[in-house]
């Protein structure tokens, strides 16, 4: 069977990121460049950065940078840490793996607490090593929000919580690259002290946008900072934001079609936008528990709404599978990374996403599982429905 | 329930026309227009009529006007009819109804064979009528190809045969509209003298071109009509199509988003999407035979593969499940027409379709029907996926 | 040279329409299909009329068509006459002249007044062919507004006075294809019984739409004209439009472009709009001068402020010359048709258009001509940017 | 006067970048994102990489980040260099200014070669300054091709010669974000070891994506460099582009745009590109040298192909002019950079731009010259055109 023969009507983009993108977002990316320099920029820079300000549940400063995640993780690393500086990280998946692998190369010494991929971040955990921490070391905790690679999603308020309870005065710097957008994000609430995102998960953008949300706290830091900063400097950006423009050219197409995106989810409404995910993810999990399949992430209170990693049964390979899913439905999953290499498949149910491209999606996976071979109950496809009609 | 609310997503335009328009066709059709009298403009001609001729299998003139469907109709009727002929129609449903309207509207005496709405064109009628017809006054036979308001095709190439039984001269005119493109249409071998189609069904168009395919006997006839013919006039436009041009401005961008539609269908392979299509229908009679509900259309090898009439269980009304669809699931399927009105509701699956895009519409007719509390048994779309996994 | 050398860059569409179209109705016209029978359609179609009202200057229905400009001419022959009936027409250019040809097609007599394509319709003439008429045979005056084959533009008011000056009863009706949106049109206050349009001039889209603007007079005119209509039918068009549908598919997207060309038009501001076209027509014209060359149109009151042809002096091919500036400089202008082919050129002023686009489209001409050896005075563009620079 | 009211019509975008972005392009980046770890993305990632192979005239590796041209800086500097570690730079504008300011953010010692704005960079006193340089510590020489603030372009061939004449081991270092597309640039010819650039300016792309292009040098020098590198990485970055992806997140759909910009400027043909280039800078220096104002680049030699720099005579503000052109004109002009504020304006001609664009653009700068009052000569555009007429 060719590809090119399956691949009539829409794609089937079921990545846990970039997610598929609003038709209206994409015609807002085509418009034509305007002086970024002109007096009609500042306009869209502060009403983007405005629009910002509830989807990240702060009015602390949010920049934007014309990079990936990756930068985003960067840059929240050197405005704030000096190399040298120790951090408290944990294992929860391949991102937060690559983000400790980033600091590492930055220069950041990492206490790194190993995990199975199958749950977030354990607050007591979080309690002991700070409480351990007795000279201070520690300068910033660093953690996952919705692990990517295995659709966990750590609970950040009681780390918070944790955190507080030892008194440590260590920064709180959170990834929130595939949360933000999906599931309500507090980062005052929370006292993040900076907030990591990108454009192309739950801000229904194409991939090229980095943020950093910030705190009074992490802004003083910065000013102590003893890295060498110069493209991802808070302090630059701030200051030109504040006149509406950018120390550089900004990447001024993605920031039109991140203007139409965020009217978009405003437009829905934030809170509905929200309980669309839960709903979502929900009907997901309820698929998989009736195929008789296996969630990755075992903590039920720390299930993703963002994306399911679907574990495979002993002996079959993930990635035959989604091969056949490509091949014959025209639909791509999220491949398992790292570890977990051929042993899982993810599906994503973020973005510009509803119920019958849920179940779309939902009967590809079951139709692809019997055409692989993959042991499991049929009708996982009914259960979803069931749940979701009731909805 | 609001519906904006609901609006996140695709929205799954599952009326049997205007079909989802690929997004390349329509990303082609926001190129600057061209001057339509200069000389890039010929090779546009010359390639969309070229790649056409094997949708519509013929090498008899094809023109193509700026205008709906309805307009295709006219042109067809006045060319080669004058008022006061008679032509032979069959009451197959709304379309064939309103094509009829049409006629006598422009003074043409319409012998009609009533029916139910339930079935195509009976060969053996067409038979008996033309034998009847001593004196020949009938002067067209005049037959949809597949009823868009009923999911009911008539079986051309023995209406051809029935014809030809009867030596009858009449001329063959075919309302292709929502089948070109579909289901293979032989316009040469079944000796079609006008075919007539539009361009926002299997052309995977918006609206806004009608089309004709000819005959030589046709032009023949277009001779000797009476009609008063200007703005449809074949003569004109054949003549000025040699050159690449038009008698009067085209539908310059329409005809960009035709080029690259037509280049995506070929592309895939006219084989390979008459299959694609009579997969999906039969997937979709399959859901609808296990849900227990009725196929508006009764004669099996009548059944189109590009929609699909569902009979409403008595008591049921259909418009009060499709407003329930589509706010519950962001889906439009197609209403009842004229005598049909809240008796059915139709499932397009034309054009750029596939797989999964019909599994999440048929999921949310299941569900939908749950809501509604319309009688049937669950698991339609379960039979369906397993027809599909076995393609 | 080779064309594709030199086709880098903005191409310059200065055909007098189909018009450059704002980037914004493109992308407008590349959004989804939506379903035309749904019930977010009404909203689009009452907008659209509403937002053309006060581009025509009437509260009489407006109906809109799938088809050309010259689709909208027979549309408003066959609503109000019937074969045999006689109009008055006047021969200002091709396009008067098509579209006498036109009715003499659908069996209309013509009392043709023959011009030279160099001046408006005479108001005095019109009188004197009315009064003239003793039995009333007359049922409709027929002038185009602007002759898009030659730029002169004949003054409705005036004739509009010498009809009434006459009290004969018949018919006003007037092409205001490529006038409508660029001069100020006031169908109303000059009695006009049918105004015909089309999308591809002043209202800044692509073709693939014809207007008529009607009035009481022209809506009883319709009830008893015995030419048979159906897709034409205002009638229908009317009673359907009223609820916000149509009476056979319309051209979705190109509605979707209208609706956006209408919102630009309206928010530049209709005066200001009517003002930047008479500003870039009247510079044009001073170009003109100073080249020495000679305006097609001899009668100063009468130049369109659409376009302006441009007469080639005695042993020039215009052809050539717009041969040589399509190559060399990416430029279109208009050719001349019927028999001014070769004579003139057309230079199209309208739509989107602006004061450097303008200098742009002048300094062309002004190379050209240097280019191809016609006699001229340089300059012309100084005198266009001087005037400009005074506005 | 307000701007609204002259906004009809194309923006003028005449900055020296972002550039004019051709229609195409912005097209192909309203593509649906596609899967970046699916079996379709590595053939865009080569054939992206291979076309920019001539723009830059190297087989050495190139890289492609997700961000500006400041970026690209900050990559380049960063995979070689070490903190501590010593360059030799030279003030030829702001952007030079701007890229030895972040090198010694980063911790770079520099040795600063002041100049007045007005030229490239002398060759021969980068001969002295390494002749001087006994000790080897000068690392790299770093040169900016064509200074996007004042217009002049440094010869890199004969600093190359002068480089090399001195047998002097330092890195060569080239920006050519506003050059590369726009002249010809010979990579590996003039033994550069990283050249930088950006997708805004002669790639015709909107802003967003950075580039290197490495030398074997380079490469070498980067596995010694004690910098701290994780995002700009060039060794990840060439190790995951050989099998078609990136190591992290790419901008999807800038790529999209980039594939389709290069297959433009190769349709055109890369020579013809730079021909245009220098044809159309040409014109606008005649217009200069004809309004009797200077150049703010004083060596002719040195004048650059995509921008020129106006200097306003004593007295007269640039942003007040250009305020002038932009709300009367609808064109944006260049504002002065740093010390050249309000004593310069720079008209941008680079990228998808023409003959008429450029007269377009010259009448506007004449016309705004004479409103603002500011002296000068009339003519400067029928130069330009005399000059046009004859290429």
Known sequence: MSIAKQRAGRHFLQIPGPSNVPDSVLRAMSKAVIDHRGPDFPDITFDVLNQLKDVFNTTAPIVIYPSSGTGAWEAALVNVLSPGDKILAFETGWFATLWKNMSQKLGIEVEWVESDWRRGVDPSIVADKLAADSKKEIKAVCVVHSETSTGSMSRISKIRQAIDSTNHPALFMVDAISSLGCVEYKHDEWAVDVTISGSQKGLMLPPGLGLNALSEKALEASKLSSSRVSY???????????????????????????????????????????????????AT????????????????????DCLTAVVMP????????????????NMSLGTGLGKMKSKIFRIGHIGDFNELALTGTLSGVEMGLGIAGVPHTKGGINAAMEFLSNQ
């Open 285 to 304: 999990r309820i698929a998989l528990e009736n195929w008789g399949l296996e969630n990755l992430c075992v903590v039920p209170e720390e299930f993703s």
């Open 314 to 329: 002993e002996g079959h390979d993930a990635d035959n599978l989604r091969k056949i899913i490509l091949e014959k439905f």
């Open 232 to 282: 991802w400097s808070w302090q630059e950006m701030i200051e030109n934001n504040e006149q509406g423009v950018f120390p550089y050219t900004p990447a001024t197409n993605l920031l039109f079609g991140l203007q139409e995106a965020l009217k978009l989810l405003h437009g829905e409404g934030l809170a509905n936008v929200y309980a669309r995910h839960s709903r979502l993810a929900q």
